[in-house]
């Protein structure tokens, strides 16, 4: 990432209008979770890190703003570290439980679903390309496309949820947004089954 994003990301924490409260997918979905180690990709200033860990949670937060880590450096059973998504590499066959709001990067896609332990539960939810949003990511890569999770998720994850709906976001702008709730093969899939 650019060091005039994480430049961005830095001011925009120090000026921090988001929200502080967890999304009601983390706190309807998260209980889903086996086990208690989890990832918080793009953790901003930790709200849903906070809240992991107040359902039992390890929790690695890891963000590309050093004012949202040093925030978080501090919180016990957060495990924040500062990273760099275009260099970074997700460790393998880790999480119970992987939590990405609102950040959208998919070449972290596989990777999320190698970081996930069999039966990990996969958390996303961010805004969806349609014509009558009132506001958009500055970045129109930034929207996921309809029907793109399911085509990609679908292959080695159980969708158990997969929504999409109008919102009203913390500005008053009328947004789309989609979800998901995944959960992680316990098999695995051959390049036969894939393919089939």
């Not at 929207?143 to 793109?148: A, H, I, R, T, V």
């Not at 994850?157 to 009203?168: A, G, N, R, S, V």
């Amino acid at each position: 990432m650019a060091q005039a994003d994480k430049k961005r990301w830095d001011e925009k924490y120090q000026d921090n209008k988001i929200p502080n409260t967890p999304i009601k997918l983390i706190i309807d979905y998260a209980k889903l979770s086996t086990g208690k180690q989890a990832l918080d990709i793009a953790c901003g200033m930790g709200r849903h890190s906070k809240y992991l860990v107040s359902l039992g949670f390890e929790v690695d937060a890891l963000d590309i703003s050093s004012v949202a880590i040093a925030h978080l450096a501090h919180e016990t059973s957060i495990h924040a570290k500062e990273v760099d998504f275009d260099t970074y590499t997700l460790e393998e066959d880790k999480y119970d439980l992987i939590v990405c709001t609102y950040f959208l990067e998919r070449k972290l896609f596989p990777q999320m679903i190698k970081a996930l332990k069999p039966n990990g539960i996969l958390l996303l939810e961010t805004f969806l390309h349609d014509t009558n949003n009132e506001r958009s990511p500055s970045n129109p890569a930034f929207m996921l496309n309809d029907g793109e999770l399911e085509a990609y998720f679908d292959h080695e994850c159980e969708l158990l949820h997969i929504p999409q709906w109008w919102d009203t976001d913390y500005t008053g702008a009328k947004t789309m947004k989609t979800s998901m709730v995944a959960k992680k093969r316990s098999g695995g899939m051959s390049d036969e089954d894939f393919w089939a």
